[in-house]
């Protein structure tokens, strides 16, 4: 069973202040995905990432693949109140359709 | 559609109830996805349809538990005899590629509630 840990579960910080949230795993996911969600809505998609190492940027929101492809981070500089909510990270595999979801780090942004 | 969309937003029932909760995937996307999202919890995989066919239903919890896809778009996910542990959000996704990269776009899922 793959399994997905994300940690903090809860982080309350300072508009303007930045965080770091982790996703770590001990299997290997062809590729990770990146979620917000908020409160009665979906998790909508942030970004995807495939290749070890790779780093993308959205924005204030940098995004790193794990060189072994089992763990990933998401970083926020100058966070926002328009930030807060549910990131949800996700594996997915090659052959598979679907992703196996962490539990969450629910954010608030206090202005 | 614009999006996915799923009705009803809300359901409220009684133990041992029938339930059906329906799905309208994105126009023209082939794959579609159910999800179990409990309170403080990420959604839990139940069952993806690639066209007509379910492709994987490992996730789903038992027999009461059923969906199906008779056309290849529009979803329905049947619960007999609820139980108060079926209370959850149920979240429907639908992608364009049914591998691990494609992006899965949810709809905003159906609160069910069993009393």
């Known amino acids: 069973t793959q399994l997905l840990e994300q940690s903090p579960q809860f982080l309350s910080i300072q508009e303007g202040e930045n965080l770091t949230v982790y996703c770590n795993s001990s299997?290997?996911?062809?590729?990770l995905q990146w979620y917000r969600q908020e409160p009665g809505e979906g998790p909508v998609l942030l970004v995807t990432?495939?290749?070890?190492?790779e780093v993308k940027k959205l924005k204030r929101l940098t995004f790193q693949f794990g060189d072994a492809r089992k763990d990933s981070s998401l970083h926020i500089t100058a966070a926002q109140p328009g930030d807060t909510g549910l990131y949800l990270c996700?594996?997915?595999?090659?052959?598979?359709?679907?992703?196996?979801f962490g539990d969450g780090t629910t954010l608030t942004v206090k202005p | 559609g614009a999006g996915v969309s799923q009705t009803p937003s809300n359901k409220v029932t009684e133990k041992g109830k029938y339930v059906e909760l329906r799905c309208d995937p994105i126009?023209?996307?082939?794959?579609l996805y159910w999800y179990r999202q409990s309170l403080g919890q990420g959604p839990e995989f139940l069952i993806y349809?690639?066209?007509?066919?379910?492709?994987?239903d490992s996730g789903l919890p038992n027999d009461r538990f059923f969906a199906v896809r008779p056309e290849g778009s529009v979803s329905t996910l049947k619960i007999q005899r609820t139980e108060r542990g079926d209370s959850a959000v149920y979240l429907c996704?639908?992608?364009?590629?049914?591998?691990?990269?494609?992006?899965?776009?949810f709809g905003p899922g159906t609160r069910l509630l069993v009393l």
């Open positions: 996704a639908s992608s364009l590629s049914p591998t691990g990269t494609g992006t899965q776009y």
């Open positions: 299997s290997v996911f062809s590729s």
């Open positions: 990432v495939v290749t070890g190492g």
């Open positions: 996700a594996g997915g595999s090659t052959n598979a359709g679907k992703s196996t």
């Open positions: 126009s023209g996307h082939t794959a």
């Open positions: 349809f690639q066209g007509t066919g379910a492709a994987d």
